[in-house]
């Protein structure tokens, strides 16, 4: 073996290792992305990595399905292991073997998509927009959710299922074409929004270190409920932030 193919090894050992976690989200937004090409293009008109920009920030979003029968919001996730989480838990958590690890609910994650569409793209607020949490066969989902959270193969079936047309074909031109304006989508918006998560976790946890909720501002304050003492915000019941 030649030292210029241990260099070459080495070096793709070092991606693997460091860039994972994005090259297999990828592959998960691709298979995604695959299935959705399967919709009918005169009916449902897609856009894949979608990324915007709002009062708040940039805002990124795996996939868009417009149509008269509504909005489809898709977060993609290509974890393995189990699977469990809840419709309202801050964090979900992912167990493979005797490891457990957590993650942002992507519930919420696309709650806040949903919410720069809107504001982006100035949508009514009676607009059905569904919300579809996709995550790839290497899962096995234990969750209980109201949110609709499956596997990437039922997306499009799910999709289908939607028959009544709510939307006008004006309207669905419209709002494509302004998403299609509104992309910002860039190596350099990329770098930026990636920025802008980390400064907000780190803001987020400084705000619990000095017992401030981070999701309303308001005091967080022991409190006892039926497992035990627990922190939560004093503004439950309209917060239910617990830490």
Request: with cysteine; glycine share 4%; net charge positive.
């Given at each position: 073996?030649?030292?210029?193919?241990?260099?070459?090894?080495?070096?793709?050992?070092?991606?693997?290792?460091?860039?994972?976690?994005?090259?297999?989200?990828?592959?998960?937004?691709?298979?995604?992305?695959?299935?959705?090409?399967?919709?009918?293009?005169?009916?449902?008109?897609?856009?894949?990595?979608?990324?915007?920009?709002?009062?708040?920030?940039?805002?990124?979003?795996?996939?868009?399905?417009?149509?008269?029968?509504?909005?489809f919001v898709i977060e993609t996730k290509n974890y393995k292991g189990l699977i469990f989480g809840?419709?309202?838990?801050?964090?979900?958590?992912?167990?493979?073997?005797?490891?457990?690890?957590?993650?942002?609910?992507?519930?919420?994650?696309?709650?806040?998509?949903?919410?720069?569409?809107?504001?982006?793209?100035?949508?009514?607020?009676?607009?059905?927009?569904?919300?579809?949490?996709?995550?790839?066969?290497?899962?096995?989902?234990?969750?209980?959710?109201?949110t609709p959270v499956m596997y990437d193969n039922d997306v499009v079936s799910y999709i289908r299922?939607?028959?009544?047309?709510?939307?006008?074909?004006?309207?669905?031109?419209?709002?494509?074409?302004?998403?299609?304006?509104?992309?910002?989508?860039?190596?350099?918006?990329?770098?930026?929004?990636?920025?802008?998560?980390?400064?907000?976790?780190?803001?987020?946890?400084?705000?619990?270190?000095?017992?401030?909720?981070?999701?309303?501002?308001?005091?967080?304050?022991?409190?006892?409920?039926k497992h035990g003492e627990f922190i939560g915000c004093s503004g439950f019941p309209k917060c239910?932030?617990?830490?």
């Amino acid at each position: 073996m030649t030292v210029e193919l241990i260099i070459i090894l080495v070096v793709i050992i070092l991606i693997v290792k460091f860039k994972s976690p994005n090259i297999k989200g990828s592959i998960g937004e691709r298979k995604v992305s695959k299935a959705l090409n399967t919709l009918d293009n005169n009916e449902y008109k897609v856009i894949n990595n979608v990324m915007i920009r709002t009062d708040r920030g940039t805002t990124q979003i795996d996939h868009v399905v417009i149509s008269v029968y509504g909005i489809f919001v898709i977060e993609t996730k290509n974890y393995k292991g189990l699977i469990f989480g809840n419709e309202y838990d801050d964090n979900w958590k992912q167990v493979i073997y005797k490891r457990s690890e957590r993650f942002r609910n992507p519930i919420k994650q696309n709650y806040g998509h949903v919410a720069a569409l809107k504001e982006r793209l100035n949508l009514e607020k009676d607009l059905l927009i569904i919300s579809i949490i996709a995550f790839t066969n290497r899962a096995s989902l234990k969750v209980n959710t109201k949110t609709p959270v499956m596997y990437d193969n039922d997306v499009v079936s799910y999709i289908r299922s939607y028959n009544n047309k709510l939307i006008s074909e004006d309207d669905v031109k419209r709002i494509y074409y302004d998403l299609l304006m509104s992309n910002i989508d860039s190596k350099d918006t990329r770098k930026e929004h990636v920025h802008s998560i980390r400064k907000n976790l780190r803001q987020r946890e400084n705000n619990i270190n000095n017992n401030i909720c981070p999701r309303c501002g308001k005091a967080l304050v022991k409190r006892q409920g039926k497992h035990g003492e627990f922190i939560g915000c004093s503004g439950f019941p309209k917060c239910r932030f617990i830490k």
